[in-house]
């Protein structure tokens, strides 16, 4: 087991289960993520015994970075994993601080037709420590702290939920990486099962939803998962939980020319969102050399902003970032595939 699979509450357990004290979890996490001491015998205020314990239960595996691009506020790494798979984080420079996007899993099942990510099958989830290194490595790299993370990058989080929501409670942690909640956003495509248990255990992370379309015969086309939990699903679980969570929900909705960005959309959309305590986010397509779509020009943006505006939606245009470093989900990762 690796040790930054380990939850606090989870090294709790653990410390009671041998017979030690469970304060021991505190000094163990100080060492992890205060001092990010890299092995067991730096962890100088603990007894030798508990030591030998430790090294015979867990080990400090930590995955490499085989590839960086660099460009203007925006950083984005490859990493190899123990079995020699790739995954990608992205990491923003804010004014108001340093986000990562950080993968979740290696490949996606969902299928979107508009995603990078999509185009390899999903191989398997990650493990906690394989999200929770992503942080430790850049900000080492970087010298740096991240402020802001965005569950945003390859994979489905809602598709790998125990392992996600152990990386959330642990980068969440005061005495963890001490990443505030707010600053944490988990996006899924609308895993309506997912939603709900997500609702029920109320961590006070923001919630995004992909949403990308404002009817179903629309989604059904660019989304698959769209066949099998429909918009009214998504929309119904989405109301459940700020009913629940008293938070607010980010619908994503990328600008796909000629698909979804019509007037007709927007004033579709402004209906299925109306009285929801909901913002969309409109994103500039990052376009790919394997997929067909392109991006909706900057007016076309504008004028759907303004529709919604005028109906009383909450909405912001976000960002354009890293287009010059492939930072579209899952590019950098299909692109090396293809040098190779
Ligand atoms: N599976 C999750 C999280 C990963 S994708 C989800 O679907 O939300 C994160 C966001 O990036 C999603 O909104 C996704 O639709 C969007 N995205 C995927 N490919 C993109 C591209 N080429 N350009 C812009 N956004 C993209």
Redesign the pocket.
């Known amino acids: 087991m690796n040790i930054y699979n380990m939850t606090r509450r989870e090294l709790e357990n653990y410390f009671e289960n041998i017979g030690e004290k469970k304060f021991k979890a505190r000094q163990l996490y100080d060492w992890l993520y205060k001092k990010r001491v890299k092995s067991f015998d730096e962890m100088t205020n603990i007894k030798k015994e508990i030591i030998t314990k430790l090294k015979e239960d867990f080990e400090f595996y930590e995955p490499q970075i085989i590839k960086a691009q660099d460009g203007k506020d925006v950083h984005k790494y490859l990493f190899n994993l123990k079995d020699n798979e790739k995954i990608e984080a992205v990491l923003m420079n804010h004014d108001y601080g340093n986000s990562l996007c950080v993968s979740?899993e290696v490949g996606?099942n969902?299928g979107?037709a508009?995603?990078?990510?999509g185009r390899l099958k999903k191989r398997r989830n990650l493990e906690t420590y394989e999200m929770i290194t992503q942080i430790l490595l850049i900000e080492k790299l970087q010298n740096i702290r991240i402020s802001h993370v965005v569950?945003?990058?390859?994979?489905?989080?809602f598709d790998n939920y125990d392992n996600v929501m152990k990386f959330i409670d642990i980068i969440n942690d005061d005495l963890g990486i001490a990443i505030g909640a707010r600053h944490i956003t988990v996006?899924?495509?609308g895993i309506v099962p997912k939603i709900k248990e997500f609702s029920k255990d109320h961590r006070q992370v923001n919630l995004?939803?992909?949403l990308?379309a404002p009817n179903d015969r629309l989604r059904s086309k660019i989304m698959k998962i769209n066949k099998v939990y429909p918009i009214k699903e998504v929309i119904e679980a989405v109301r459940d939980y700020l009913k629940e969570n008293n938070r607010k929900v980010t619908f994503?909705y990328?600008m796909l020319k000629g698909v979804n960005d019509s007037k007709e959309n927007a004033i579709e959309l402004s209906k299925l969102l109306k009285g929801l305590n909901a913002y969309v986010n409109l994103?500039?397509?990052?376009?790919?050399s394997h997929?067909e779509f392109s991006a909706s020009d900057k007016t076309t943006i504008m004028n759907f902003y303004d529709t919604l505006k005028k109906n009383n939606i909450n909405v912001t245009v976000r960002r354009e970032f890293g287009s010059e470093v492939d930072a579209?989900?899952?590019?950098l990762r299909s692109n090396y595939k293809e040098e190779k």
């Open positions: 979740t996606c969902m979107c508009f995603c990078e990510s569950l945003m990058g390859i994979g489905e989080p996006s899924t495509c995004a939803i992909s990308h994503e990328i994103i500039p397509y990052n376009e790919t997929i579209a989900c899952g590019q």
